[in-house]
């Protein structure tokens, strides 16, 4: 027998030869495109550490979502950015709150054409920044964030949300929303929880997309970078409180997680492939250093590869042109 015998090369002689053996393929259906909307704006505002990404106007962002939609991209996340905060994120409840008045908007442009999603956080609309209401000597109350919680979920299912994504990393968030949401008759409204958010350096790029107040850090309720387990135990609490989908966050430095949290619930897997990662490989390209359109479709692929049928990601329309 001739030496090699084993040759493995054999199917990658030919882009047809590797298309047949491919294992993992990226899809405009699994993407989901997270956009900003900004109360007032009269123009896009663009966000200067996110290269082509924008703060939407009403016009942009209807036009925006509608140009999704047409490439195939199978869902919208949804974040507000207001005029004016306060205490307790009194905002994002308000059914005339810019995030709320968004989904109405987009509802009328895009009706079931795509799944609509919106964020269920408070630190879009806190003066202080964190995901809760805060206690008289500065921590955030989880139980007390849980009310809040319940209240948004309404205004967002009412205004016409067909997932709602807990993002607070609060104890119980997703068991207390699904009873509210049950108990004002939106049984139909899924839940896509964040169920291991990790307190990662790679938001620093979102704090700007979002005009974020914060000031410290959020390590008493995202999660650990160290830890792993946790993320799995995270994730599984949720789903046995009634999540539809859970999700990793970010994606590229938690790959492992996307894994093991797949092998380990029994609801579709999701992946943030967050702001920081998107702005590192547009500063990379910018300067010429790597190939932007092949990084990108890796950069999904190896999100797909680890184990998420849902990605979202601030290039899904551009991602959606290219794989196809």
């Known amino acids: ?31 989901v495109l997270p956009m ?38 199978s869902g919208l996340m949804l974040y507000g950015v207001p005029l004016a905060k306060d205490a307790t994120g009194s905002g994002g409840v308000d059914p005339d709150g810019i995030l709320n008045v968004a989904l109405r908007e987009l509802v009328a442009e895009v009706g079931d054409a795509t799944v609509l999603m919106a964020d269920l956080c408070l630190d879009e609309f806190t003066d202080h920044g964190h995901c809760g209401v805060l206690t008289p000597d500065g921590r955030v109350d989880n139980d007390a964030t849980l009310e809040v919680y319940g209240r948004m979920a309404v205004a967002q299912a009412e205004a016409g949300a067909h997932l709602l994504g807990p993002s607070g990393m609060m104890d119980g968030q997703v068991g207390h929303v699904r009873s509210v949401l049950d108990a004002a008759g939106h049984t139909d409204t899924g839940i896509f929880a964040y169920a291991a958010k990790y307190a990662s350096a790679f938001y620093g790029p979102f704090r700007e997309a979002v005009a974020s107040s914060l000031e410290g850090d959020r390590r008493t309720y995202q999660q650990d970078p160290a830890n792993a387990v946790e993320a799995v135990r995270e994730a599984r609490l949720d789903v046995e409180e009634g999540a539809d989908l859970v999700m990793v966050k970010p994606a590229m430095g938690y790959l492992d997680l996307v894994a093991a949290v797949r092998a ?30 092949a990084a990108i479709v890796e950069v999904l692929t190896s999100v797909r590869r680890a184990g998420a049928s849902v990605v979202l990601t601030y290039w899904a329309t551009e991602a959606a042109h290219l794989i196809r």
Request: net charge positive.
């Open 36 to 73: 900003f909307v900004r109360e007032g704006a009269s123009e896009p505002v663009p966000i200067v550490s996110m290269p082509g990404v924008v703060q939407h106007t009403s016009d942009s962002l209807r036009k925006a979502a509608v140009e999704a939609v047409a490439a195939g991209v």
């Open 1 to 31: 027998m001739g030496y090699p015998a084993q040759r493995p090369r054999r199917l990658r002689t030919t882009p047809a030869m590797r298309r047949l053996v491919a294992e993992t393929s990226v899809e405009p259906r699994h993407l």
């Open 264 to 293: 380990n619930v029994d609801v579709p897997v999701g992946a943030y492939n967050i702001s920081g990662e998107y702005s590192m490989v547009e500063a990379a390209a910018a300067n010429g250093w790597i190939n932007r359109e």
